[in-house]
């Protein structure tokens, strides 16, 4: 089994920027493809950005194209989510999974095998 924790979320206003983290433990080597979910009050879950297990492929939603930054530290079990120029309708709960399997990859929700508890994000404008 693996156990996601995200940190690193909080308050901040529009314009400005926080990195989210995200630390794996326990059956680590079974975390290949990690990303970032999020999902606002009264909305669908919704993906942000996914990296593949070597960092050299990524994806993202276009809402956070040229804002989000994702990467990841395999030394660490980590993955980072870098966001800037966040803006109102970045609000909402993110986050973090990985996907058992190797060489899957993409943003795609039904990939995901493991989730961690979330870390909020509000942006006030």
């Known amino acids: 089994q693996v156990q996601l924790v995200e940190s690193g979320g909080g308050s901040v206003q529009a314009g400005g920027s926080l990195r989210l983290s995200c630390t794996a433990s326990g059956a680590t080597n079974n975390t290949h493809c990690m990303g970032w979910f999020r999902q606002a009050p009264g909305k669908e879950r919704e993906a942000v950005a996914s990296?593949?297990?070597?960092?050299?492929?990524?994806y993202y939603t276009i809402s956070v194209k040229g804002r989000f930054t994702i990467s990841r530290d395999n030394a660490k079990n980590a993955v980072y989510l870098q966001m800037n120029s966040l803006k109102a309708e970045d609000t909402a709960m993110y986050y973090c999974?990985?996907?058992?399997?190797?060489?899957?990859?993409?943003?795609?929700?039904?990939?995901?095998?493991?989730w961690g508890q979330g870390t909020q994000v509000t942006v006030s404008s």
């Open positions: 990296i593949n297990t070597g960092g050299s492929s990524t």
């Open positions: 999974a990985a996907v058992s399997r190797p060489l899957v990859c993409g943003t795609n929700f039904a990939i995901f095998d493991y």
